[in-house]
């Protein structure tokens, strides 16, 4: 049983309530996956043929560019993700963080490769979220643009719409995508059904279309449109643009129902209506000012509005999803600030709502909709980011491949060869867009590439600090034997990083109390390299002299580090806790930058202090009971 999803695996001799489960999942999974590339259809045609690429609906034209949607479709979503990125599941968890783990991991010993693999997977996440504002803008815009098809006087209202839409999204969230996935499911399967039903109807007007299908028409479109096929590429893998976002929510709903919703109901739907606006398009070319809607029949143009509306909706949940998964991981692994993790689901660990990035998303993602007013203009910002992260993504599974894996070096090279060729052409080809708006969802992966490093950063040198300024614990708990302090019932309990140094916490109690507790347990917790921790390497206890004690708390980065919980599991370890006649000490650091100290430059020294500040407290992210706790103060200088 997959342990993120509760996932049932699939048998013959299934009973009905475990495939009742499994197609909850996999309409859960269409519900809140497949929203971004199932709304690709809304844009991706128009975008190609934008005047600005000098392209015109000619048959050969037409032909080519669905040729190469087509070859997309199964080259990047069907064989990459689906079929070869989603095998690098890190305990059913996906997403990049969740591949960076496992690349790390079969990186061995290489300290240098494991640099490489953190700064890759950082540069991807931070990309990844770059995208996670353009999508819902670019995707609620589409599809409230339909008005200017249906009713031109009503042009002037389409962004005030967007803004209205995006709001109740943002609203919706803390809900959580179970129960979105419960709403929006049927949503999306009726979206996809128009899709193929609107596709095969403009098919049979033209089924000459179909000969696109032969990859053959998209290379004779290379050979002879010149620099225009390299602008066009930056349009075309809008189609596969939520890929990423099939393997970050992998969580979510576990690889089996992804692959199947995606292989016999998405995929084919997604076909079915580029080759019916591609068949529009060979009978009437004018219609190219709107191939998606002028392919719909007049009288299902305004429910069809409203249908992509609320598809768009869920086009944006599947990257907000993501977005909240890649969040939580990063912070588990040191990589930005702790924050509030609320989950929304009893059966699903995956299925979490982080309050702080939602009102950071939606902020940002009303003001780019007000910012650049129409998808056209968000066309040329969005691609870069996305294709980016794609071509990581695709380093880090080749690294898994070879080393974990076992993949023959042959294999690898020539896998990894092509898969990086398609990834560099398509983000080659964003590049020209660069100064059209490609340069917005740079600036935001910067922005938060800046922020992780500076905060892993930051915490590697407080730790510096704290170990220099610190005493050895050996030496310490020798001199506390032979000169005992007055003693006082019960066990304290204090939170370290380091067990081979004296606690800041402690000894600043013994210096203002002036005593210690019958029994002193100094507690680290490391959170691993894998989504949950075994039961038998969760807890960790080493015995030292003076009932002093070394406790160490596994905890995966997918789970919640839940210190009195795990205490409640120590006696069967040995070491058991009355958590009422337990008291946690915990030293808070106050973070000083200083220019003299090496390091950071200042001005990200200024930035991790602010950081640092308004992080969640350890002890509410550690759900340590507030009553139980005594914090002391501490200032780090860096």
Sequence with gaps: MNAQTQQPTASAG??????????????????????????????????????AHGLHPYPATVLGILSLITWSLIMVVAVKYVSLVMRADNKGEGGIMALMTLAQRASGSSLHMRRMVVLMALLGAALFFGDGVIT?????????????????????????????????????????????????????????LSLGVIGVWNIIQAPGVLYALNPWYAVRFF???????ALALGSV?????????????????????????????????????????????????????????????????F?????????????????????????????????????????????????????????????????????????????????????????????????????MWHWSRVLVIVLGTVLLCIDLS??????????????????????????????????????????????ALA????????????????????????????????????????????RNV??????????????????HITPLVGDFYGLELRFGFAEDPNIPLALSRCPSEGLGFDLMDTTFFLSRESIVANERRPGMAMWRDKMFAFMARNALPATAFFQIPGNRLIELGAQVEI
């Design 522 to 539: 100094l507690l680290t917790v490391r959170i691993l390299e894998t989504p949950t921790a075994d039961a038998d390497e969760r807890i």
């Design 237 to 301: 893998v809008l189609c596969v643009t939520g890929a990423e976002a099939l393997y970050t929510d992998m969580g979510h709903f576990g690889r089996v129902p992804i692959r199947s919703a995606w292989f016999f109901f998405v995929m084919p739907a997604l076909l079915l209506n580029y080759y019916g606006q591609g068949g529009l398009l060979l009978v009437h070319p004018e219609a190219i000012a709107n191939p998606f809607y002028h392919s719909v029949p007049d009288w299902a143009i």
């Design 223 to 229: 050979m002879t449109h010149g620099f225009a096929s």
């Design 475 to 518: 030496p310490f708990i020798a001199n506390m034997t032979e000169h005992p302090p007055h003693r006082v019932p019960g066990t304290a309990v204090f939170l370290t990083a380091d067990q081979q140094a004296v606690p800041h916490a402690l000894l600043h109690n013994l210096k203002h109390n002036k005593v210690l507790h019958e």
């Design 136 to 192: 819902p803008s670019i995707s609620v815009l589409s599809a409230v643009e339909g008005l200017e098809v249906a009713a031109p006087g009503l042009v002037h209202w389409v962004v005030p719409i967007t803004v209205a839409v995006l709001l109740g999204l943002f609203w919706l969230q803390r809900h959580g995508t179970a129960k979105v996935g419960a709403v929006f499911g049927p949503v999306m399967v009726l979206w996809f």
């Design 426 to 471: 398509y983000f080659g080809a964003n590049t020209l867009k660069i100064f059209q708006g490609g340069w917005f969802p740079l600036v935001l992966g910067v922005l938060m590439f800046t922020v992780m490093t500076t905060w892993r950063r930051g915490r590697e040198l407080v730790v510096r600090e704290i170990k220099q300024s610190g005493l």
């Design 303 to 403: 429910p069809m509005i409203g249908l992509a509306t609320l598809s768009t909706v869920i086009a944006s949940q599947a990257v907000i999803s993501g977005a909240f998964t890649v969040t939580r991981q990063a912070i588990q692994l040191g990589f930005l600030p702790r924050m509030q993790v609320v989950h929304t689901s009893r059966q699903a660990i995956g299925q979490i709502f982080l309050p702080w990035v939602n009102r950071a998303l939606m902020v940002t993602v009303i003001a780019t909709v007000v910012g650049f007013g129409s998808s056209n203009a968000l066309a040329g910002a969005y691609g870069i980011a996305v294709t980016g992260t794609m071509a990581i993504d695709t380093v880090l599974v080749m690294i898994v491949a070879r080393r």
């Design 14 to 51: 299934d009973t009905p309530a475990q495939h009742g489960a499994r197609s909850t999942l996999i309409l859960g999974a269409i519900g809140v996956v497949f929203g971004d590339i199932g709304t690709s259809p809304l844009y991706t045609m128009h975008e190609t043929f934008l005047p």
